[in-house]
């Protein structure tokens, strides 16, 4: 794990501009960084498979073509960094994840969500956090299809919490009952992530 991701000593300039939109400790950004845990994964968009998968009735899994059958919403939405920047007004198109949900039959069990990557990337979610319009499949920012560096070419999109909950290249979401840890959270970062309460770490829970 880069170390200089597990690090008290954030750094950037604070907000003062905006100071009811943007968490505490944050600083804006007209740009988009790009940060990773690992080398980026190129997918060949044949290839590309979406699945929903554990506590459902019956698994689905969608290709590419099938996916971007599905009813493409806009978004504009603020989204907030861990390493302390945040973006103000991002403009997304993608599938939200209530649509999603809709293919499949949640058992009673559900509460929460793993989402896995090509790569390895894992990040877990309570399900009531991707519902109701909460998140959503990313496939373009700013009108552009999303690059391999910002996740291309589909990613997580959970705007109210910290970013890498938002998951890259993402490849299916698995249902459980229980909450697991994912890779940041395996090493110390916050189980839910809130930036407004500053879940950064897992003693900030």
């Not at 600083?27 to 929903?52: D, E, K």
């Not at 293919?103 to 390895?120: D, N, T």
């Not at 319009?133 to 560096?149: D, M, N, S, V």
Request: with cysteine.
């Amino acid at each position: 794990m880069p170390s200089s991701f597990y690090n008290k000593g954030f750094r950037g300039k604070p907000n003062t501009s905006s100071p009811d939109r943007v968490p505490p400790g944050q600083y804006l950004t007209q740009g988009f960084p790009v940060l990773s845990a690992g080398p980026t994964p190129r997918i060949h968009l044949p290839a590309w498979n979406f699945t929903i998968e554990g506590l459902v009735a019956s698994p689905v899994q969608l290709n590419w073509e099938a996916f971007n059958a599905l009813p493409v919403e806009s978004y504009t939405r603020d989204i907030h960094c861990v390493t302390k920047w945040s973006k103000l007004d991002a403009h997304w198109e993608g599938v939200s994840i209530d649509t999603l949900l809709g293919k499949v039959s949640l058992l009673p069990e559900a509460r929460y969500v793993m989402a896995y990557c090509y790569g390895g990337y894992t990040t877990n979610i309570p399900l009531a956090d991707v519902q109701n319009g909460k998140a959503f499949i990313g496939l373009r920012i700013e009108g552009q299809p999303l690059t391999p560096e910002h996740g291309g070419p589909a990613r997580l999109v959970v705007p109210h919490l910290y970013f890498w909950k938002s998951a890259k290249w993402i490849k299916g979401l698995r249902l459980m009952a229980d909450d697991q840890p994912g890779f940041w959270e395996e090493a110390g970062y916050s189980m839910h992530a809130d930036p407004w309460k500053e879940q950064r770490y897992r003693t900030d829970d």
